[in-house]
């Protein structure tokens, strides 16, 4: 296996090598880079209705292109996304749609990205660069298995389309002989796909993962779903090594003969009695070998990936740059996350209302980021925030803030999305917390007006309420909606345990993919008192009024 491991590594890793070359190149010029993309995009849909519509083949530069498409939300091109999903050709582009994505962030509650080939090697440019520069920062991954996570199943649904939607798997991002070259790799066989039921697939790919001691890379979205694979190693433990010993699967009895297939495997006694005399709240003696994981590590994410760090101690962590359905925006890359360059054609609107280049940005500064893919989104305001960290070659690096939409504002206080991650962090920081999951919510209605709860799992000190409302009230609007009683005092929910768990099994009941489901640090939902289990104590209001 570890041969092969290194075969398969090296035919991927050779073929990502033009497009690395690319990019280190582009990093240099990125404005000659990004002028190259919009001719290109332009030409290839001039003849679309979209294209027709705005004039596409009469456009000479990006002045003529900024003054005659308009940026748009989702909103905008839905009616001609729907035309795609009846379909229609030829309507956002002139290549043919191969399927439709979805996810989520609309007013409906779910988006449907066009993918096309054109697009595909759009990703491909920014991926091709991102695993060759994690294979020279961790080259010991190509020796062995790799764990790329593979979202369960989403129970099929009555929806009528003439174009494909969703992905098999996640692997089928990276398209073609690529994606059968990583799946050679798989720790976890890409059967689990099949899988509807949330605890099937978390048992089944423990288990895979456990048949593979030599596993050197772990790569999933955020580190929250790494968090409830290892939360689950205890307790399914003796059953688990019971399975290894043996070779099958009592978990997949009941399942299709390519699940059992799947997931019977040679058995493994000595692996088993091995395993049998270490603690599996100790992953890191589990996989001995495991160098990386790759996984998000900004906003919503970076107090999930302390702990996770804390529980890996020897593992080196890789945050992923942004990363969305629609666009891939930054990568990894020489420790920072240099603009995706040779992917897609970005703009980006600062705080003035403005809108910039790639090629114009400021350090320390903040910007909403506006994309233009070969998939059919033209200026298309993706929602998300980032800010400038640095510069590679003459490439702005990009940290991911939060999503610049997902504002609360129940009597005038706009609390965003990218300034609760910040003071949740900063709160927990002045604690010397670091919880397990984190959330601020509306609290409804209740004695003393509205309000809101920060719903938190781990051993929470009294004063996190208390520290975090004082953070809070660095937004202005939220100080004097508190001062003014509009707002009732802050509350600490406690949850008792499998905060992120239930989080997902709430959003999946909506329709939402599991794989695809990210924390917020900010949710506008109410009622999710509803559903994590309280631990006691169960609240710690903080003042009513700010202390002097």
Known sequence: MKFLSAIAHGGWLTSCIPAWGRFGRALRKPEQAQRLILRRILKANSESEYGHAHGFSEIRD??????????????????WIERIRDGER??????????????GGSTSGRK????????QAELNAAIGPWIVDLCRTYPSIAGGPAYWSISPAIPPTNEVSAVPIGFDDDSAYLGGFRQRLVESTFAVPSALRHITDVECSR????????????L???SVWHPSFLTLLLDALPVWWEELLDDLECGGCRRAEGETDEIKMAFTAKPQPRRATELRTRDPREAHTIWPHLAAVSCWGDAQAALPLADMQRRLPAVK????????????????????????????????????????LASELSVGETYSVIVTTAGGLYRYRLGDLVEVDGTVGTTSSLRFLGRGASMSDLCGEKLTEAFVTRAIEAACTSCGFVPGFAMLAPSGEKAGGRGYTLFVEGNAPVELAERLDNVLRGNPHYALCRDLGQ??????????????????????????????????ALSLREGWDTHFTVAV????????LRSN
């Not at 406690?494 to 329709?511: D, E, F, K, N, P």
Request: hydrophobic residues 40%; proline residues 8%.
């Open 90 to 103: 030829n309507v956002l582009t002139r290549e043919p749609v191969d399927r439709l994505v979805p996810t």
């Open 112 to 119: 449907l990205v066009p993918y096309t080939a054109a697009f």
């Open 487 to 520: 707002l009732g005092a802050l509350s600490c929910f406690h949850i008792a345990a499998g905060a992120y768990q239930t989080y997902c099994l709430v959003l999946a009941a909506s329709g939402r993919r599991i794989g695809d489901i990210k924390p917020q």
């Open 216 to 218: 050197r890379f772990i």
């Open 537 to 544: 104590p169960r609240a710690y209001p903080a003042s009513s």
């Open 317 to 356: 962590f890789q945050a992923k740059g942004l990363l969305a359905t629609e666009a891939f925006v930054s990568i990894p890359f020489g420790g920072q996350h240099p603009i995706a360059i040779t992917s897609h054609f970005f703009e980006f609107e600062n705080s003035r209302g403005g809108v910039q």
């Open 203 to 214: 048992y089944l790919t423990l288990l895979s993962l456990l048949r593979q001691p030599q």
């Open 62 to 79: 990006y002045a003529q292109f900024r003054d005659r498409v308009p940026i748009v939300e989702y909103e905008d091109l839905q009616p």
